[in-house]
């Protein structure tokens, strides 16, 4: 999968000098994160910088070392405006679900509006606090770390 997702040219928001990012972590991990979309903050990562620092404090809350974590987005590629428009929702959310059912993580963790609209049909807010399925992987939606960074309250 990484292979081809390293290599296609038909992924939603592929465009000339677009910048890939492909996941990292454990196949069978013990918690697979997906965010929407990398920003230039991240690097060469799915999330970077301080995002990543905070999602690891999340992630030893809940007693997951971060590098028993795959880490994916729901887009290869930065979108312009940082948005992924509807009319690439939907290929992103089919490749997303196939990339979980490849990986088989334990749990799932949707970071954002973007990965809980595209694999549960609702904003965060809708759906947080609330147990979902994913391809058969139990699931949760939250506000993403780049977000709360920019919230602190």
């Not at 000098?17 to 454990?26: N, T």
């Not at 990543?52 to 971060?66: D, N």
């Not at 290869?76 to 428009?85: L, M, Q, R, S, Y």
Request: hydrophobic share 45%.
């Amino acid at each position: 999968f990484r292979t081809w997702l390293s290599n296609t040219n038909t992924l939603p928001l592929d465009r000339p000098g677009a910048k890939r990012i492909l996941p990292v972590g454990p196949a069978n991990a013990e918690v697979m994160l997906i965010t929407a979309m990398a920003s230039a903050d991240d690097g060469d990562q799915p999330m970077g910088g301080d995002a990543w620092l905070l999602a690891t404090r999340m992630l030893s809350a809940i007693g997951i070392p971060a590098d028993r974590a795959y880490l994916a987005n729901l887009s290869c590629f930065t979108a312009p405006g940082g948005k992924i428009d509807p009319g690439a929702m939907d290929s992103c959310a089919t490749i997303a679900r196939r990339h979980v059912a490849l990986v088989q993580p334990k749990r799932l963790i949707l970071f954002g509006d973007e990965p809980s609209r595209a694999l549960l049909g609702g904003t965060v807010a809708q759906k947080r606090d609330k147990i979902h399925k994913v391809e058969g992987v139990r699931a949760i939606a939250t506000f993403a770390p780049h977000w709360l960074i920019k919230r602190p309250a």
